[in-house]
């Protein structure tokens, strides 16, 4: 009999298990034991194994008896952190949308068209994918905490230059530096959550993460519009972010810890914790580098390491085919809402378009209410009736019935703008297609972080990359496309794409097991 790794659970001897050890509940496999009931251990045929309260559900991985430890952080502690990391990762799209709604008149101020003035928020897209990617090794290398301290301190002091300046060239170039610092919680926001919570906890909290930054690019165009109604000044529109940012500060400064926990290190040979501030500050981190976080160069070479696994691409591109034109119903809708009806829009002024940015929100909302059952349902569904054991494929199946909002959503928004019916009509599809977006994005990051559990940032990031590169390309052609070809043509094509990604889908349900032991674990 070979011989086995220790710390490596293994689905053949989970399946039947008589005796199962806390050292064999380890995190850096794809096959979980999480529920001794359903698995049939009694008495001490779960050994030392540490039990949710209910006195069944596995914690994965298992805590230590540091109260150091952040899954030994207080459920007050716990939620608060992940506010405050929900909240950063709010503010990148938030603060990218905001250009949305003061193109016009931003490109009267500055006699140019807002197609031109547009360039700069599509720059701030790309480099909200680029800066997610720079994010990722300084995460492991540095931690967590400093990194959302000091971007977000960055990310507010570039929007204040935005807001101020009377200048599109120094408004282009601050816009792209917004982009690269305020994206880094749409990464890292993952990690802080596989930090501190538990495997089967995970479902619900990437939820609340995800919802607060699908929500944010729609909250500032609603909030613009309006301001723009009653004032008709941009800059107050990005005074608005600014307010926002330092409202984060705020929290950070008075709530934020270091959710890192190197659980490779014994709990007698833990350093110090010192005080939040200097964990805040990144200062403790200097001090305990040598012996608590990866040399830089290793944390580089993991994101690749993580990038060429089978099954990573695949995600990506059915993240990306999928998501995308949320960007463009944004993009399209935006426009011809506002176009007088003589052009061929709908001539809606702005306080009438903020109230149409209530769509997108409301579905947003409604996805994570049903999402955070429903995950939960299919993974307590999948551990009964496989003896206690969890796949990651369990995860797919809530992107089935996402397709099945998605698809027939843009659809109608195309029919709706191709045919000039009702704004209602553009109301039932747009709110379709993001209900779906919304519940897909979190199978999806929860399948990916199920499969590379160890890796939670490197995977966050090329997500989060997938999913940008995606809006940032739309972003150049929707409109002309949907000129030329009829916006009916252009969204049934989207919306066949979709359907064409659900390929990808079902090859990753079908061949995903097998494809992660070609690929091995994250090094």
Known sequence: MATEKPNQVHSESLANPAYVRTDE???????VLLDVGA?????????????????????????????HDPLNWSWRKKHMMLFIVALTAFLGDFASAAGVPVIVAQGQEWNMSPLVVNYAGNLNVIMLGIGGLI???ISSWWGRAPLLFWTTIAGTLFTLA??????????????????????????????????????????????????????????????????????????????????????????ILAFADETWYNRAIPVAQQPDRGSRLMRVLGIWQIKHHKVYFRPLWACIRRLFSVFIKPIIIPVMLYYMLSFMWSVGINITSSILLETPVAAGGYGLNNRAIGYVYFTPIVAVIIGETFGHFFNDFLANRYVRSH??????????????????????GLILVGQALEKHLSVAAIVVGWGMYVFGVMIASVAITAY???????????????????RVLGGFTVGYFQQPWG?????????????????????????????????????GHVA
């Not at 509940?25 to 096959?31: A, G, M, Q, S």
């Not at 009694?42 to 230590?64: F, I, S």
């Open 25 to 31: 509940i380890e995190e850096e496999t794809d096959t």
């Open 39 to 67: 698995a049939k251990l009694e008495g001490g045929g779960y050994g030392n194994l540490k039990l949710a309260r209910d006195g069944h559900t596995v914690l994965v991985p298992q805590p230590t008896d540091n109260p």
């Open 135 to 137: 994010v990722i090794p």
């Open 162 to 251: 935005c807001t101020v300046t009377d200048n599109f060239t120094v408004f282009y170039a601050f816009r792209a530096f917004m982009g690269l610092t305020l994206t880094a919680f749409q990464v890292i926001g993952l990690a802080c959550v596989k930090d501190m919570f538990f495997f089967h906890e995970h479902a619900r909290k990437i939820g609340i993460w995800v919802a607060l930054f699908i929500i944010s690019p729609y909250m500032s165009p609603l909030f613009g519009n309006f301001i723009l109604a009653g004032t008709g000044d941009w800059r107050i529109v990005f005074w608005m972010v600014f307010g926002i940012c330092c409202v984060d500060l705020v929290f």
């Open 387 to 408: 003896a206690g054991i969890f796949k990651p494929e369990a995860r797919l199946w809530t992107n089935y019935i996402a397709a099945f909002f998605m698809i027939p």
């Open 448 to 466: 990916a972080l199920d499969s590379y559990p160890t890796a939670s940032p490197e995977v966050s990031g090329l997500l989060n990359f997938a």
């Open 483 to 519: 000129a030329k070809s009829g916006y009916g043509v252009s969204f049934g094509i989207q919306a066949a794409i979709v359907a064409i990604a659900m390929i990808i889908l079902i090859c990753l349900q079908r061949f995903g097991a097998a494809l992660r032991v070609k690929g």
